[in-house]
């Protein structure tokens, strides 16, 4: 039997996937950066380690990441999977396009009616099944 990743686990893996992307950019790939830059890269292990633990304020502290992100890497938004908007929610949403956003309830939709029924629910197929990834 294939095992599938939870969802928590699907967005930490999204997170470092996301990260690892951004390491391979300028600013973040220059043998020197700015102390604002390593610091930025610093904060985002320090989420990915929060969201492992489980820690209480780790989607907030997504929230803010990402809109940090936006204001000051606009250029590298796109390299950031966009599960992440909707994962850490708030103010991520606003960055959202309504069809997005509803494509995005709908997985929920999915997910939470196989969950509540006792189903193993496959996150990554359902998901490239709804974004039409195949």
């Known amino acids: 039997m294939v095992d599938h990743l ?10 470092k996937s996301s990260f690892n992307r951004l390491l391979k950019q300028p ?6 950066m700015l102390q604002d830059d ?10 990915v380690k929060a969201l492992e633990n ?10 803010e990441m990402i809109a940090r992100l936006i204001r000051g890497y606009p ?13 850490f929610g708030g103010d991520c ?6 069809e997005e ?6 997985l929920d939709e999915l997910r939470y009616v196989s969950e509540s029924k ?12 709804l974004f039409k990834l195949h």
């Not at 590298?76 to 999977?81: C, E, F, G, H, K």
């Open 27 to 32: 600013p973040f790939n220059g043998k020197e």
């Open 6 to 15: 939870n969802h928590f686990e699907f967005h930490i893996n999204l997170l």
């Open 93 to 98: 949403l606003h960055h959202m396009p309504d």
């Open 75 to 87: 250029h590298l938004v796109p390299l950031i999977d966009r599960d992440l908007f909707w994962f």
């Open 118 to 129: 006792g189903e193993i629910f496959n996150l990554e197929e359902t998901r490239a099944r």
């Open 54 to 63: 489980g820690e209480d304020d780790a989607l907030y502290v997504g929230q």
């Open 38 to 47: 390593q610091d930025f890269l610093a904060e985002l292990v320090v989420l």
């Open 101 to 106: 956003i509803e494509l995005f309830q709908q």
